[in-house]
């Protein structure tokens, strides 16, 4: 019998994204984010407070090339972990779990995904990426992660 694996479904305008649901820990309206230093601000967003523990918000628009919008009160905020580390996602709504087969999903290389694989799981009403947590980062944001720990 074939494996199956379970997707958090979400989008950032139009574009529908996946992260694994074993690596997330909890979905919460959005909430407040306190800045972070200008360096770091094409990586992350800032800090959140969640339950008096500050988690980094990753820049996911940034990473597709997609503009910077203010956070909307209909904004989700999807908390995960990556190792240990917890990392926060602002996105713009939460669509669904998927499950779905492993053998569904498709392993491509490509150059826009610089040295990484492009998981994607092809679906009847389109095409879905599917990345962890750690993976809506650049090799900078990951590097400071590291420093971090």
């Not at 996602?89 to 498709?106: C, K, P, T």
Request: proline share 3%; net charge negative; with cysteine.
């Amino acid at each position: 019998m074939a494996k199956s694996v379970s997707l958090l479904l979400f989008f950032l305008d139009d574009n529908r994204y996946a992260i694994p649901l074993t690596s997330v820990e909890r979905v919460y309206p959005a909430v407040e984010i306190t800045s972070c230093e200008a360096d770091l601000a094409s990586e992350f967003l800032g800090f959140v407070n969640v339950h008096g523990e500050l988690i980094p918000v990753v820049n996911a628009r940034a990473r597709f090339g997609l503009p910077n919008k203010a956070v909307a009160v209909t904004d989700m905020m999807i908390v995960a972990l990556d190792g240990d580390q917890k990392l926060a996602m602002m996105v713009d709504r939460v669509a669904d779990v998927l499950e779905y087969s492993a053998e569904q999903m498709i392993i491509a290389e490509s150059l826009l995904y610089a040295k990484t694989q492009v998981n994607v799981i092809n679906l009847a009403d389109g095409m879905i990426v599917i990345k962890e947590m750690r993976d809506y980062l650049t090799e900078t944001g990951r590097q400071w992660l590291e420093r971090k720990a």
